[in-house]
């Protein structure tokens, strides 16, 4: 109310008012030039009115449209978010579309480390996705640059993830240039070093620096042909002489954001013993 009366057109309406209550005194002489000026403060009042009315129709329309922008605006905001959300996971899916095109049977879902136990030893983490998304128990971990471990236990929202740095890691492995069988493993010894163990292989291998080490297949955990990592060096074991290869994975895995799962693939089997797993 008491903005109305600030208002100009109030105040005109007022000083209208007041000229007319003095007109409509005097008119009672019947001066005709009373009479007219009478008639023109009746369509000035009359205009005042009519445009107090529309002030205040206006007033109200401005009222609906600003709410009506308002939750216009937060129904973008919402669009934008999903738009972001959906944006970054075909961003993330893109990295595996050769993959995917090779492996049809491949049922991926991306997903992000959102926590990393500092007391955690090899560097597992854990991940925004769960079985709510069919993620499963020993599920294989990758990234475009091949496998970095295996889900080892699961909610319905998130999911642990065990790391191929982990001596928990078994996976049947070959030699992708010699053809020579083993299995992959982590070491405590190596872990600091993004390293894990190719172990198991014969004494007359020719497994060399620089080779790649791919998944065998064997166990029906890990199908064939995904990435675990490059040769960096041949040891033999202090204790029993027996020969292995020191290998390092493509991914850094201390530092990785991004991963994907993979959930079904044709080969999928049984729980597998963990010497092939």
Known sequence: MKDFFNSKSAKILIATLAV????????????PWVSSAFNFFSKGLSSVTSKLTEEHKSYEQLQAENEKLRSEAADLRTQLVDYYDLKSENARLWKYYKLKKTHPDYELMPSSVIRRDTSEDFYGFTIDAGSSVGISKLDPVLTENGVIGFISSVSSATAKVTTILSPDFQAGAIDKKSGDSGVVTGSAMLESENRSQFTKIDANSKVKK?????SSGIGGVYPADLILGKVTSIKYDEYDATKYAEIKSYENIKT??????LTSFKSKGELPDKEAR
Do not use: E, F, M, R
């Not at 620089?210 to 791919?214: A, K, L, S």
């Open 20 to 31: 007319l209550i003095v007109i409509s005194i005097l008119g009672a002489t019947g001066n």
């Open 210 to 214: 620089g080779d790649v080490i791919v």
């Open 256 to 261: 990785v954001t991004d991963v994907v799962v």
